[in-house]
């Protein structure tokens, strides 16, 4: 125990760190242990006939292009606002500035109901596409709509901080070198840039891979074209099949560590580069 | 190249973009947010008071909207103050003490963000559900978790667990300990050093992840909508609501309901605004990289 914490003259570590780790443990760990466990009475063959079986991995298909879509989506227009908002001034920034939060703060369902409608056919911005016989609610393009409006604010409040801080002296340095504007951006700026615009995507993405409530409106739900895997998780509990539904909430749950993982070194990298 | 022709070119430096490219890219910028965030905003409100204020307050006052107005303000009331105390505990051991362990720590309070809002109901219907772990033993007792408002409290709690902690632990780490080593080696005890010393240096940060906390908390959809059972006038909360009123093509009443959330949302937008104007126009300790 004397090597587990170093020595400090401030109190209330063991009561602290005690219910931490309580509370920790009842809330988060032993639910999320629970997955393993019923996945455990499939067996390795019943897991594998799960993960394997067509329709999940159609599903599985969907939600991952339909998330790489979007968070491209945002990871292009995402930085055009984020350079916008840091180095222009106009009439309402500091409104379109707290606005771009809404989709934190507008709750899914809401976001989900407002886009199908919008979408629809014979919705405000659906009827413009209807006209080239384009549909774009109840389609996989409608999931991608849902995944933009949701992951918007990540690309844009990651890449704005880094960007607020490349400093004007290396790119007037730069310029009075004989470099272009467009050479400025491209050979000083995106490099100092660029892992927050790759963390923005990726927190982006993994955000998309799980979500739910903006989606089951727009999307039309059909098996194999735009039925997502969360979805097919609330189907099989409607079957009462448990521990199919549980297999393919492992196989997401293992994609999330990894994507999690990856953001945290993308984060560390781009802090080596700071700090460089 | 000699020094005067270098101080005329000096005069010729591009560091700022030609009019026509700034104004294209603001009209850019712009047209993307109208695009995905205003015209949405503003469709919430007008499908809810397109067809006259008559039709919105009917659709406020059914007992149902009723009643999941109250399920969501229970469960709100008890799953943010149950993750503020948690995350003063949690930030107080990470930011205050040195352990082992610690940035395994930090990561496990993270996890719920990276689980899926449908898998977090899902688990806490395999622990609690009538073929759950501790299924029998509640039934035994005549206790009902899951499709009714425990499970709604519980799963409301996971999804925002980590709001306020991640919110804390950056802050506190960056403030270091020196103002509380002096406070208690000048007598005062550890909850008057919390209080006196580590409260006012904390509180904006404190406030913004309740605010973030909250809205959450309010919002949710995915996790309770596996929990609730959808009962109508018994397990529904706000979102739910909303989501039955829909698949019944009654979109006034859907509209209206939701526009309540979206009031919500600007609520949040502004209150979040206002902190961060109070916590920087104080000169208030954001982390600044002092301990990194």
């Known amino acids: 125990m004397a090597q587990f914490k170093a020595h400090s003259v401030l109190p209330g570590f063991n009561l602290a760190l005690g219910f931490t780790l309580l509370y920790l443990s009842l809330i988060v760990l032993i639910p999320l242990s629970s997955l393993f466990f019923k996945t455990a009475t499939l067996g390795w063959s019943g897991f594998w006939e799960v993960a394997t079986d067509e329709r999940v991995l159609a599903s599985l298909r969907v939600t991952f292009v339909a998330s790489f879509a979007a968070a491209t989506l945002n990871a292009i227009f995402g930085l055009v606002v984020a350079w916008v908002l840091v180095r222009y001034s106009f009439p309402g920034k500091r409104l379109v500035d707290a606005l771009v939060d809404l989709p934190f703060a507008l709750p899914t369902a809401v976001a989900g109901i407002t886009l199908a409608m919008l979408y629809a056919p014979n919705g405000w911005i659906g009827h413009y596409f209807a006209e080239h016989d384009i549909k774009i609610a109840y389609t996989p393009l409608g999931i991608v709509v849902a995944l933009t409006f949701i992951g918007l604010p990540f690309v844009v409040r990651t890449v704005q901080p880094v960007l607020a801080d490349v400093e004007a002296e290396v790119e007037e340095a730069a310029a009075s070198l004989g470099a272009s504007r467009w050479d400025v951006f491209r050979r000083v700026i995106f490099p100092s840039i660029y892992p927050a615009l790759l963390t923005g995507f990726a927190l982006a993405f993994a955000r998309s891979i799980g979500e739910y409530g903006s989606i089951i409106f727009i999307a039309g739900n059909m098996p194999f074209i735009s039925e997502i895997a969360p979805l097919l998780i609330v189907a099989k509990l409607e079957q009462y099949d448990y521990a199919g539904a549980t297999a393919i909430a492992l196989i997401m749950l293992i994609i999330s560590f990894a994507l999690l993982l990856a953001i945290n070194g993308l984060q560390w990298w781009s802090n080596r580069r700071e700090i460089r | 190249m000699s020094l005067p022709q270098q101080l005329i070119n000096n005069r010729k430096i591009t560091t700022h973009e030609s009019k026509v490219v700034t104004l294209v890219l603001i009209t850019v910028a712009l047209s993307y947010l109208v695009l995905f965030l205003g015209i949405p905003l503003f469709a919430v409100f007008y499908e809810a008071l397109g067809k006259g204020w008559s039709l919105y307050w ?178 529904n909360t706000i979102p739910l609501h909303v989501e039955i009123l829909y698949n019944e093509y009654n979109f006034v009443a859907a509209f209206s309901v939701a526009s309540l959330l979206a009031l919500l949302a600007l609520v949040t937008l502004l209150a979040k605004s206002i902190v961060e104007f109070k916590a920087k126009s104080n000169g208030d300790r954001l982390p600044h990289g002092e301990t990194e």
């Not at chain 2, 999941?68 to 107080?92: H, K, Q, R």
């Not at chain 2, 109901?121 to 978790?145: C, N, R, S, T």
């Open chain 2, 58 to 235: 009917a659709a406020l006052q059914d007992p149902d909207a009723w009643s999941a107005i109250e399920l969501t303000l229970i469960a709100a009331a008890i799953a943010v103050p149950a993750n503020l105390v948690f995350g003063v505990a949690a930030a107080w051991a990470i930011a205050k003490f040195e352990f082992r362990g610690k940035s395994v720590l930090i990561t496990l309070i993270d996890l719920p963000f990276a689980v899926s809002p449908v898998v977090s109901g899902l688990i806490y219907v395999l622990l609690f559900g009538a073929q759950g772990w501790f299924g029998p033993w509640l039934q035994e007792h005549d206790l009902k978790l899951i499709f009714a408002v425990p499970g709604i409290v519980l799963v409301t709690i996971f999804v925002t667990f980590p709001f306020i902690a991640r919110e804390l632990i950056p802050l506190m780490q960056a403030q270091g300990k020196d103002e509380e080593e002096a406070a208690v080696s000048l007598g005062a005890s550890g909850w008057q050093t919390f209080w006196r010393v580590t409260v006012p240096n904390i509180k904006w940060g404190l406030l913004y992840g309740v605010i973030l906390c909250n809205a959450r908390a309010m919002g949710e959809f995915g996790a309770v909508s596996v929990v609730s059972g959808h009962i109508r006038g018994m397990t």
